[in-house]
């Protein structure tokens, strides 16, 4: 009981610590920016890549590549450290350099995760909503600022970094995360849906081995799958050390049917390619681009 009193005091005494410091110093702690590279993730140097320099207020992460129109954009949670709230924002690429981001999406509630997909000639957004006890889905009525919600699902449930995979044969997959109490970790535990009908109809089968994961230590989202000569991947966080991402994890999934769940993790990347890194949680790749976050420990 000492040692837990001991320990939550701690971890008050820095959160106030922490917003004393930015608010006189602008110092920003366990702050995450973005990484931009070209060519395939699995074998790139990430020591080479030069963070993307941020606003002042703000930190980016949970980032996702979109091509349109034959031009290339990020979309990403932007947290702003006054209002203590994520939103989604958006920028475009231009030879490798971020410009100037616009939001997005913008709530009353913490808005993260912004996986971002297409279905025939219409762009869909489903960001983590878990403040709202919901997952909701947009449809882009004009790029790339103005959504309407389309759908929800799971209501009164606290889902969050939710992944749609498209298999060969063309059935649908939700990869989720959620707890069904306050006090326990969105860590914990990966849940699949196989998607019965249309996005708009949104008929959900449990995968018969929910939760198909129970490990802290892989099972969280960090971001969409890809493929890789033939091969599948599902990126996700290692919550490890009391540190929120501490490192990067790649699973190879084996078998994905609606009976079974099988994957291996093949490779574990630590931030320990720059100087000052303390976390790493999230990768998209498509095409030969790719995009991760990273988390500077103290960042001014």
Not at 142 to 147: E, L, S, V
Not at 211 to 240: C, E, H, M
Not at 250 to 263: A, C, F, G, K, Q
Request: with cysteine; proline share 4%.
């Amino acid at each position: 009981m000492l040692r837990y009193f001991v320990d939550y005091y701690k971890s008050l005494f820095y959160r106030v610590y922490e917003k004393v410091s930015y608010s006189l110093f602008g110092t920003r702690y366990n702050c995450w920016t973005l990484f931009i590279g070209t060519g395939d993730f699995l074998e790139a140097k990430l020591g080479s890549i030069v963070p993307v320099k941020l606003p002042k207020n703000e930190f980016w992460a949970d980032p996702f590549l979109l091509k349109h129109e034959n031009e290339l954009f990020v979309f990403f949670e932007n947290y702003e450290y006054d209002r203590a709230l994520g939103k989604i924002s958006c920028a475009k690429i231009v030879n490798g350099e971020v410009m100037p981001a616009t939001d997005v999406l913008v709530k009353d509630y913490h808005l993260s995760y912004p996986f971002i997909f297409k279905e025939g000639d219409e762009l869909f957004l489903m960001p983590e909503t878990s403040q709202n006890n919901r997952l909701e889905i947009y449809r882009c009525t004009r790029f790339p600022n103005k959504w309407e919600l389309y759908k929800t699902a799971f209501e009164g449930e606290r889902i969050v970094d939710t992944t749609l995979y498209t298999d060969k044969d063309g059935i649908k997959w939700l990869f989720l995360n959620k707890s069904v109490d306050p006090n326990v970790s969105f860590a914990n535990e990966l849940f699949i849906y196989q998607i019965s009908s249309s996005l708009k109809t949104l008929n959900l089968i449990p995968h018969e081995q929910n939760p198909v994961l129970i490990d802290a230590s892989v099972a969280r989202n960090g971001g969409g799958l890809f493929k890789d000569n033939g091969r599948i991947y599902r990126p996700s966080q290692t919550n490890i050390q009391g540190v929120y991402g501490r490192a990067l994890n790649i699973n190879e999934i084996s078998v994905l049917t609606i009976e079974r769940y099988e994957e291996q993790t093949i490779k574990r990347i630590f931030p320990n390619f720059n100087s000052g890194l303390k976390a790493m949680h999230h990768v998209h790749q498509i095409e030969d681009y790719f995009v991760f976050d990273a988390s500077y420990a103290v960042f001014r």
